[in-house]
């Protein structure tokens, strides 16, 4: 088993993942960074390191953890290229996927009438991105061939946004996405799987700071809201 991170392993965005277990080759998200970083006084792209994927023959299966941009902004790029790779999220991702591209489409056009930036990708890579999208329920596992399975867990943060267990003869390997332990008025809380994982991978965007308390943001969101109605 063989995981290669794309980007996102030290940052916030661009959270990709690809792995190679026996062959098979599963990307696993392809976000873009809402805020591009300068490293060494070179700009950073917005998208992954897209390119380890065409190097390693392309994917297999492509697994999507939840709809956030960080997550799925670059997957209309990646199935431009390989149009016949299933998609595999939840019914609630793809509902917010399709809200948050629409979103995407309408910021870039401005951008590029604006500032006369070139869009990465246009309306037509959105809608093959959703022909190629096959839904999966919650605690079900699915086959990816004939010796890996894939099951989405309940992680919480944003509706249908999933932990991943894949198990094949290779091991259990865990891919939370983000995670939320708290539970929120319209999102359950995590509920974490039991059972024996050879390997986790696992967010820690919150893992050095504490999230503001809920009750006073919602208080502080009813506030502004007066403010501005
Ligand atoms: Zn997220």
């Excluded at 790029?77 to 995407?104: C, G, H, S, W």
């Amino acid at each position: 088993m063989k995981v290669t991170f794309l980007g996102g392993a030290d940052e916030v965005g661009a959270s990709s993942t690809l792995l190679d277990i026996g062959g098979t080759r599963i990307l696993v998200d392809a976000g873009i960074r809402i805020s591009p970083r300068s490293s060494r006084g070179i700009a950073n792209s917005q998208l992954p390191d897209l390119q380890l994927i065409s190097e390693a023959g392309g994917p297999d299966f492509i697994l999507v953890t939840h709809a956030h941009t960080d997550h799925t902004g670059a997957l209309p790029m990646v199935v431009e290229q390989y149009p016949n790779v299933p998609v595999i999220m939840t019914r609630p991702t793809f509902a917010l996927t399709q809200v948050l591209q629409k979103d995407a489409q309408r910021i870039m056009k401005s951008k590029h009438d604006e500032e006369g930036e070139l869009p990465l990708f246009d309306e037509i890579s959105v809608n093959r991105l959703m022909e190629a999208v096959q839904l999966v329920e919650f605690n079900q596992p699915v086959k990816l061939g004939d010796s890996i399975q894939v099951t989405y867990y309940v992680s919480g943060h944003i509706a249908g946004a999933a932990l991943l267990v894949i198990e094949s003869s290779h091991g259990t390997l865990v891919m939370s996405g983000d995670v939320s332990k708290s539970p929120q008025r319209t999102v359950k809380s995590i509920e974490v799987p039991r059972l024996k994982a050879d390997a986790l991978v696992l967010e820690s965007t919150y893992g050095g700071r504490l999230h503001a308390n809920r009750h006073s943001e919602e208080i502080r969101l009813m506030d502004t809201l007066k403010r501005v109605t």
